[in-house]
């Protein structure tokens, strides 16, 4: 599947929605593994994108705060392993967030373990640049990565788990159409103290930038 990826293109349609995102439309290119969006393009993340800023990303505890990636200091060591797992892989992606304006690297995200039976998968986001928070970065990247997994790859349902004080995540993810599905009392410990985690899924069928801007 992830050979066969294909380039998918969200644009802005005519007209803004309420979101103020505006309408998406969905536009298909057979080439290559990006996904261009209108203010961001996402490509594999590669080992050349473990810069100094990015590990700085990584071990700023106010980006981390909700991820287990904070809880132990990251070097490019320790990058670079984890990265081994998107080898090759076709079950699990990383993708790059980049500015399309500026050409920077912006933050990550992720479709991991896709099960071909069930046709599921899980994400995960990262904006390592602060000052790019609340701008709706999250809500295009996510919308791109979703596209491509259930136009693309073909998948049924993704799930997302959010710690329930990272607000910003669940409204984003909410506002792509995810529904709470259950919440795992006390499931991760955050700050001293232990934290309710938000589990949230989504069917093709449910996720508004397809269902409203075709
Ligand atoms: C959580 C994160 C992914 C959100 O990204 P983002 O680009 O800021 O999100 P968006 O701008 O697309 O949407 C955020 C929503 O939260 C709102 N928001 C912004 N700042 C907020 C705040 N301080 N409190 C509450 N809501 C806030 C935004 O207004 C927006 O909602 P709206 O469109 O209804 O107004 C980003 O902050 C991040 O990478 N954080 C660190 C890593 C992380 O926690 N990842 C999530 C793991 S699941």
């Excluded at 909410?174 to 001293?192: M, P």
Aim: glycine content about 10%; some cysteine; aromatic content about 8%.
């Amino acid at each position: 599947m992830a050979r066969q990826a294909r380039r998918v293109s969200l644009v802005q349609g005519r007209g803004k929605d309420a979101t103020g995102v505006g309408e998406l439309r969905v536009r298909r290119r057979l080439r290559g593994r990006l996904l261009v969006g209108s203010r961001l393009c996402l490509r594999p993340l590669t080992e050349a994108d473990v810069t100094k800023e990015y590990l700085g990303w990584l071990n700023d505890s106010e980006v981390t705060r909700f991820l287990e990636v904070g809880r132990q200091r990251s070097t490019h060591q320790t990058v670079r392993r984890y990265l081994t797992r998107f080898h090759g892989s076709r079950t699990d992606f990383i993708f790059a967030m980049i500015d399309r304006k500026t050409g920077r690297h912006i933050g990550n995200v992720t479709v991991n373990r896709i099960h071909r039976v069930d046709c599921t998968a899980d994400t995960g986001l990262m904006i390592g640049r602060k000052d790019l928070w609340g701008k709706g970065y999250a809500y295009e990247a996510w919308s791109l990565v979703l596209a491509h997994a259930f136009r693309d790859l073909g998948l049924r349902k993704v799930v997302a788990t959010v710690v329930v004080d990272n607000v910003r995540s669940l409204r984003a993810l909410k506002k792509l159409g995810f529904h709470v599905e259950g919440v795992l009392r006390q499931e991760r410990f955050v700050n001293g103290t232990y934290k309710d985690v938000v589990r949230l899924g989504l069917f093709s069928h449910e996720f508004e930038p397809l269902r409203g801007g075709r």
